[in-house]
T-cell receptor, first 113, second 112 residues
């Protein structure tokens, strides 16, 4: 059973460009979570999604950030008009239900130049 | 709101026992989890305490006291590969309980 997959693993974008981060949950998991981690810091919750629904987006910045988890395909975290402060590691996790243990992917390291 | 406090770093020698503490302040409580992270890689689930007491999984144990809003992770027979960051986390009880709130992490360094 493959684990949580994220791609790309590393992404470099210039200021003002768009970044798209993808996450494929573990087989059988329909709940997906996105977290952001700055160097030497803990993970900060961004958004919690189920298939086609956003359950909790309390950690998402109000502008430029959006997330989706369509019926078919991976979950996408989209950052428009990236700025240097968006440089971080973005981790995706999945679980079979909302209050279960979360399994994390390897992360996408976004660098904004 | 929710907040967690844990020491920023702990050092121990190979073969020893080390305890990493975590105190929390929460408006609701669904249990305390522990995660390990090596070199910025994928956080790996280690342990969960929903009720007071000790949970043991091999060399790792975790303890919870809900009345004290306190828990700890105990690592025994330390090995060099245990050098990593360790995070405690609580679950936000709202919105189906999916949101994990993490502490800042404790960097464990195991010396020979």
């Amino acid at each position: 059973n493959a684990g949580v997959m994220q791609n790309p693993r590393h992404l470099v974008r210039r200021r003002g460009q768009e970044a798209r981060l993808r996450c494929s949950p573990m087989k059988g998991h329909s709940h997906v979570y996105w977290y952001r981690q700055l160097p030497e810091e803990g993970l900060k919750f961004m958004v919690y999604l189920q298939k086609e629904n956003i359950i909790d987006e309390s950690g998402m910045p109000k502008e430029r950030f959006s997330a989706e988890f369509p019926k078919e395909g991976p979950s996408i975290l989209r950052i428009q008009q990236v700025v240097r402060g968006d440089s971080a590691a973005y981790f995706c996790a999945s679980s079979p239900a909302g209050n279960n243990e979360q399994y994390f992917g390897p992360g996408t390291r976004l660098t904004v130049t | 709101g929710q907040s967690l406090e844990q020491p920023s770093e702990v050092t121990a020698v190979e073969g020893a026992i080390v305890q990493i503490n975590c105190t929390y302040q929460t408006s609701g409580f669904y249990g305390l989890s522990w995660y390990q992270q090596h070199d910025g890689g994928a956080p790996t689930f280690l342990s969960y305490n929903g009720l007071d007491g000790l949970e043991e999984t091999g060399r790792f144990s975790s303890f919870l006291s809900r009345s004290d809003s306190y828990g700890y992770l105990l690592l025994q027979e330390l090995q060099m590969k245990d050098s990593a960051f360790y995070f405690c986390a609580v679950r936000d009880p709202y919105n189906q309980g999916g949101k994990l709130i993490f502490g800042q992490g404790t960097e464990l360094s195991v010396k020979p």
